[in-house]
């Protein structure tokens, strides 16, 4: 291997981990994510400044559902509890099961004592809540990354016609081509994630709607957004559906049940057909990522850690290895 290959690894590698030190995680993946779109949007129109202007109005549109949402899962909490909580404590008397609360009031005090003792937590919590303005000036700088990459920015800007071999110019192109081959990564697993997640999405929706589950547009939203979460994502939203189709009554929350475990099953089918042949990763393998990725970037690292995987067994599937003669 040259010297300039080796040092594009080593920028590679030191920039994955100086986002972990520095917990740029959201700021990555944002510039990620955000080329990604632009890609496909450069591949649809075939002009880059129609693709730009589209993708504006898809970021603000995502903004203003991102409020939105927000502000209606704030607002829909208490009568999420109100409602949920006689059912959980007539369930739990039937059982002689004594639960810690009684109504919201009492369920928020539970929480916030239970939080007082994991200190860890509580202060991430905390931390999380005050820096809400950096991450989203941190999506926001993604986003530029991404536009000036998706423009043509180049690592070297002036290279000479005269010397294009000098050291300075090779190891800028071993290192362009390593965040090619990132970033190719992060389309495969990403690409067909989304695909798999909008599938769930839809077919999830038609559930809800027909049910009529109470705040329908915000769990098809939640449904979505865990979708790209691989393996824990669809535990949680389907935990979310099946907690609240038991406010309903029991016969939903079966059949919310069996309907997710059906949806599940079909994901197994759609993994194999739409990411089958390209990622090739154990689920130990990926569970093991996640843990560690959500350790070192919380939920960004979650995402990217099936990306990081996948390319350093695309990587290392390039390079042969010699039998020892003995």
Request: aromatic share 12%; glycine share 6%; hydrophobic share 55%.
């Amino acid at each position: 291997m040259s010297t300039p290959a080796k040092v594009s690894y080593g920028v590679l590698i030191g920039a994955l981990l100086l986002a972990a030190w520095f917990h740029l995680g959201t700021l990555f993946l944002s510039s990620l994510f955000a080329y990604f779109v632009l890609r496909q949007l450069g591949a649809v129109t075939r002009r880059k400044w129609l693709a730009f202007i589209f993708f504006l109005i898809i970021v603000a549109g995502i903004g203003y559902a991102a409020g939105y949402f927000a502000r209606t899962a704030w607002s829909v909490l208490p009568e999420i509890a109100d409602s949920s909580i006689p059912s959980a404590t007539a369930w739990a008397e039937k059982r002689n099961i004594e639960l810690p609360f009684t109504d919201f009031e009492t369920l928020k005090t539970y929480v916030v004592d239970s939080l007082k003792a994991e200190i860890h937590y509580l202060r991430n919590v905390a931390q999380f809540a005050g820096t809400v303005s950096t991450v989203l000036l941190l999506i926001l700088i993604g986003i530029v990354i991404a536009s000036s990459l998706f423009f043509g920015s180049q690592i070297d800007a002036y290279q000479t016609a005269g010397n294009p071999r000098n050291l300075y110019s090779t190891c800028a192109a071993e290192i362009g081509t390593r965040f090619r081959d990132f970033y190719r990564s992060f389309a495969t697993v990403m690409g067909a994630q989304i695909t798999i997640s909008f599938i769930n999405t839809v077919l999830t929706a038609v559930f809800v709607l027909v049910i009529g589950l109470p705040h329908a547009a915000l769990v098809i939203a939640v449904t979505f957004l865990c979708g790209l979460l691989p393996i824990v994502g669809n535990l949680i939203s389907n935990a979310i559906i099946v907690f609240l189709a038991a406010t309903l009554s029991l016969k939903f929350a079966l059949t919310s049940l069996v309907f997710l475990v059906a949806v599940h099953k079909l994901e197994y089918f759609l993994n194999s057909k739409i990411i089958g042949g390209r990622i090739r990763n154990p689920v130990w393998l990926t569970l093991l990522g996640l843990v560690i990725g959500e350790e070192l970037m919380g939920i960004p690292g979650m995402i990217l850690a099936p990306v990081v995987l996948n390319y350093l067994r695309v990587e290392m599937s390039k390079i042969e290895v010699r039998a020892s003669v003995t």
